[in-house]
Nanobody
């Protein structure tokens, strides 16, 4: 079956950087458009789109992260990355990768906490 495994989260101070990874197995990765979403703490918070990368490496970002985050992929490793720079406290969330736009498959998420 299809599996997505995220890693790379942690605690970082404001202005710091993290690099998230998502390894995909059980499907033809290089045909998929991949995306990162995040869910901030709070009962009623919905998952928010962050960025996506098409199979040909074209990218698209939400306004809240454009210029600070970079999504990329390595088709030889079935992996999608999210480089996050200039992190802000409001970036605190659980980050998930998924296939876009159908979002059939999700990983378990990786926690990112931005705090001094």
């Amino acid at each position: 079956q299809v599996q997505l495994v995220e890693s790379g989260g942690g605690l970082v101070q404001p202005g710091g950087s993290l690099r998230l990874s998502c390894v995909v197995s059980g499907t033809i990765f290089n045909r998929l458009t991949m995306a990162w979403y995040r869910q901030a703490p709070g009962e009623d918070r919905e998952r928010e789109f962050v960025a996506r990368v098409f199979s040909g490496s074209t990218t698209y970002y939400s306004d809240s992260v454009r210029g600070r985050f970079t999504i990329s992929r390595d088709n030889t490793k079935n992996t999608v990355y999210l480089q996050m720079n200039s992190l802000k406290p409001e970036d605190t969330a659980v980050y998930y990768c998924t296939n876009w736009p159908r979002t059939e498959y999700w990983g378990q998420g990786t926690q990112v906490t931005v705090s001094s």
